[in-house]
């Protein structure tokens, strides 16, 4: 056994279902010299105790075995601790996975072997780390940009804040987390989710881009409690401090990873806003090619 390595798996993979894949992975990695110590993630048991345990006896390495939901569970607390972070993915939603370059099922343990480390960026919501993003859905908050500019929807619109963000039509990334910046993206609802939401408001077609805009530190505002789903677990309050964390975590990636997006459009750094911008209203991409189309509110 070696004693550098713990694995970390999920409560549902106790499921025979799961019992020949489990056997596979294990074997598969006392082939390859990284067998170790297996602890279980458990409803009533805290997630950070069992690996802060772990991390005393030795390991540097934590390895979840689970899904994206696995990871979810873990990423608040595993930023803080001196260990490697891999991850086997044993069955969907795996989309983290794909994104790192890890294959599902024993496949996943030749990643590891292999020990292609990359450090990424972590965002921070309160005291809360997150690794993908931020989510609050067909809301009126806004988000305060750096303590000097404030933008929100000019009516109800979905709000991200991205640090790996999720995957995009392309199968890679739709923001990168090795920039030392966090993503805000606000994108205007569809007629249909406005009246769901919000019923009071007229029904109107809607064709507008999406702002997009970076920031190191920020809140998210709101006159009333508003949900924030941070990385799968929901919050709920009228503020949310922003940040981000550079390079705070250590990953093991396959080849295959694909934490660089392409390129779909202008976004805008905190730089950018006073050159660019005016009191009342700025264009939705903020760039001096893009002056048309939905604005938003931006206040000084």
């Known amino acids: 056994m070696n004693s550098h390595y713990a694995y970390l798996y999920d409560d549902f993979l106790s499921d025979k279902v799961y019992d020949r894949q489990i056997a596979a992975i294990e074997t598969r990695c006392s082939v390859l010299g990284i067998q170790g110590r297996v602890a279980r993630l458990a409803i009533f048991r805290s997630a950070r105790e069992l690996v802060e345990g772990l991390v005393k006896d030795g390991a540097e390495t934590i ?19 001196p260990v490697t972070v891999g991850y086997i993915p044993v069955c969907q939603p795996s989309r983290i996975a794909t994104l790192l370059g890890i294959p ?34 067909a809301t009126k908050a806004s988000v305060d940009i750096e303590g000097r500019y404030r933008v929100a929807p000019r009516q109800a619109g979905n709000i991200s804040i991205r640090n790996l963000g999720s995957m995009n039509a392309s199968g890679r990334s739709n923001a990168d987390a090795r920039d030392g910046l966090l993503e805000v993206v606000i994108k205007p609802v569809t007629p249909e989710e406005r ?11 809607f064709d507008h881009p999406e702002t997009r805009i970076t920031l190191s530190t920020g809140s998210i505002l709101s006159d009333e409690p508003v949900d924030a789903v941070v990385d799968g677990h929901r919050m709920n309050g009228f503020t949310f401090r922003l940040g981000i964390e550079p390079r705070k975590l250590k990953l ?30 700025v264009p939705p991409a903020i760039s001096p090619n893009n002056m048309h189309g939905w604005r938003n509110w931006y206040t000084r």
């Open 104 to 137: 599902e099922g024993e496949g996943a343990c030749d990643v590891l072997a292999a020990r292609r480390i990359e450090s990424v960026d972590v965002g921070k919501v309160e005291d809360r780390y997150f690794l993908t993003e931020v989510f609050l859905e």
């Open 63 to 81: 390895v979840i075995v689970g899904n994206d939901r696995s990871v979810e569970k873990t990423m608040w607390f595993l930023p803080d601790l």
């Open 195 to 205: 009246t769901r939401r919000f019923p009071f408001f007229v029904k109107k077609t």
């Open 252 to 281: 093991i990636t396959g080849r295959g990873k694909r934490l660089s997006p392409e390129v779909v459009g202008p976004t805008t750094s905190i730089q950018d806003l006073p050159k660019l911008s005016t009191v009342g209203t």
